[in-house]
């Protein structure tokens, strides 16, 4: 029987009301709406329109976003400049800098700067360890996208063998922490695993995030597993993840199309977290963000 297709777009729908709800309710204690600063260098297209789209989320949901672009040239010390105000801004929660930044500018050092209350990104080392640990934090938005999807479609982690392909920071790391964090039994592969079909095989969850066309296939998936693909690939026959969809959706029980699976969900987790960092920096009720 051919998978159960999870709808991205709809469950991502259904996020962003949630955060509506949360901003109306929230405006009261605040008395304003929360802020998201976007903060965009240099002219790569793809960033322009990744930061427009969320600002323009941000518009829908009533989050107000700061937008910040200064040159391309500017430089190091003027961008952490930038970071610092906008870490001691009453009106922003949350800080968004758009990745990749120009060369000139060392990224890992504009990362490090964030207030980890306002790491909306969840990148800095600080989100990390405590996402690492186990503790309440701002995790990032594509992996907490992925959790969202699994428990939208009826997905319970607990005591399931969970595979993830790829060990990025952005999205394979942590998800080994969230999959744990739901008690499913995590293995991880990457690009020196030695037989990934074997491995992926055991998945009853098996999430591909490789960047890698077509790299699972039917064989490597085990009958009625749950297949989540967040690989994001621009190839000469479009976007298309690494999950070889058409074959793979006759022996699993879900899949994530791409697009309209994962990618819709990851704008409606920044402006989930958005909210959370409220509650980080302590000017919101933790009550309101879990609602
Ligand atoms: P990355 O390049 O940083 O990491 C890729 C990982 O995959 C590495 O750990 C590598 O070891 C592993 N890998 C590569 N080839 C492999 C192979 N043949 N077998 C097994 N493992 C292999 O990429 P990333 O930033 O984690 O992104 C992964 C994919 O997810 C990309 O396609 C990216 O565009 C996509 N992505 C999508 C979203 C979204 O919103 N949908 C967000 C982030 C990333």
């Not at 427009?52 to 010390?77: F, L, M, N, T, W």
């Not at 992926?200 to 749950?226: D, F, K, Y």
């Not at 690989?231 to 199309?257: C, H, M, Q, W, Y």
């Not at 958005?274 to 933790?286: H, I, K």
Request: with cysteine.
């Amino acid at each position: 029987m051919a998978a159960t297709v999870i709808d991205g777009k709809a469950v991502a729908a259904s996020v962003r009301e949630r955060v509506s709800r949360q901003v109306k309710e929230s405006m009261e204690q605040l008395g304003r709406p929360p802020g998201l600063a976007t903060v965009l260098v240099g002219e790569d297209p793809a960033s322009a329109i990744y930061v427009r789209r969320k600002r323009e989320a941000c518009d829908e949901v009533g989050i107000r976003s700061y937008h910040h672009e200064p040159g391309a040239s500017i430089s190091q010390e003027e961008l952490l400049d930038l970071v610092g105000e906008l870490n001691e801004s009453d009106e922003v929660d949350g800080i968004l800098v758009q990745l990749p930044l120009p060369e000139q500018i060392d990224a890992e050092a504009i990362v490090a700067a964030l207030d980890p209350a306002k790491d909306v990104d969840g990148l800095t080392a600080t989100s990390a360890g405590r996402l690492a640990r186990g503790e309440p934090g701002l995790v990032p938005c594509t992996p907490s996208g992925v959790m969202e999807l699994l428990a939208s479609a009826g997905v319970e982690p607990e005591g399931a063998e969970a595979v993830i392909v790829g060990r990025s920071n952005l999205v394979g790391r942590p998800l080994i922490s969230l999959l744990l964090g739901a008690n499913a039994t995590v293995t991880v592969c990457h690009s020196r695993t030695r037989d990934l079909p074997e491995v992926c095989r055991r998945a009853e969850i098996l999430i591909a995030a490789a960047g890698r066309p077509a790299l699972v296939t039917a064989e490597m998936v085990r009958e009625g597993a749950t297949v989540i693909d967040v690989g994001t690939n621009r190839t000469d026959d479009g976007l298309v993840g690494d999950v070889e969809f058409d074959s793979v959706k006759e022996v699993a029980g879900a899949i994530t199309p791409v697009p309209g699976g994962v990618g819709p969900m990851t704008i409606a987790m920044l402006l989930a977290n958005t909210v959370q960092a409220a509650v980080w920096r302590g000017v919101l009720e933790s009550r309101l963000a879990s609602t």
